[in-house]
Structure formats: structure tokens, C-alpha cells
Nanobody, 118 residues
Framework: QVQLVESGGGLVQAGGSLRLSCAAS????????MGWYRQAPGKQRELVAS???????KYADSMKGRFTISRDNAKNTVYLQMNSLKPEDTAVYYC????????????WGRGTQVTVSS
């Protein structure tokens, strides 16, 4: 079983930066994909960025160039550095671990609120 705890959210002015962290307890395998999703009020949850154990990354188009995902395999932690924040980035940000082997599974954190004021 994997438990995920996000931290680092808060209130920031437009143009500012925040760094989110997600610490995983339990075993994280090298094939696990760790990622960040977000959900704004009235909208569906969407992918922000993901990273494999070998460091391959994937970003949603609207986050490219502003957000950077990184992963510390020794600490079972994934980070999201968010720069040039915009009011439309306001959402609850969730951490996710997607497992492909052994067996398919996924784990979610409880989320951290990010609010960007204009």
C-alpha cells in the first residue's frame, strides 16, 4: 500500500512561484510513474505533469515552460516547481502514483490547494 502526502500549496500572487512536494510511504518501484494532477472548481481533474523512474517527463501543453516536475527516487518524493503562476492555475493539486508492475494499480494523495490571486 502506498500513501501520498502533498505539501507546499498556498496563496500566491500572479507571476509568483510555488514548489509542491509529494512524499510517498510504502514501496515505490522504478517502473511507477509519479505525477501531478489538478482540479479547479467545476472542472474535471487534469494531468499537470508526470515523471517515470528513469526521469522521462510529460507535461500538459499549458504548463510547458512554466512548471517543472522532478523526482527523488531515494526519498520516494516527487516535486512540482511552478513559476509564472496565473489565476487560472488555481486548483487543488493532487499527487498520483501509477503502477504497472507487479499488477496494475494507482494511488492518490488528498491534494493541496493552490490559489493564485490577480
Amino acid at each position: 500500500q502506498v500513501q501520498l502526502v502533498e505539501s507546499g500549496g498556498g496563496l500566491v500572487q500572479a507571476g509568483g512561484s510555488l514548489r509542491l512536494s509529494c512524499a510517498a510511504s510504502g514501496t515505490i518501484f522504478s517502473l511507477d510513474v509519479m505525477g501531478w494532477y489538478r482540479q479547479a472548481p467545476g472542472k474535471q481533474r487534469e494531468l499537470v505533469a508526470s515523471i517515470t523512474g528513469s526521469g522521462s517527463t510529460k507535461y500538459a501543453d499549458s504548463m510547458k515552460g512554466r512548471f517543472t516536475i522532478s523526482r527523488d527516487n531515494a526519498k520516494n518524493t516527487v516535486y512540482l516547481q511552478m513559476n509564472s503562476l496565473k489565476p487560472e492555475d488555481t486548483a487543488v493539486y493532487y499527487c498520483k502514483v501509477e503502477r504497472f508492475s507487479p499488477g496494475r494499480d494507482e494511488y492518490w494523495g488528498r491534494g493541496t490547494q493552490v490559489t493564485v490571486s490577480s
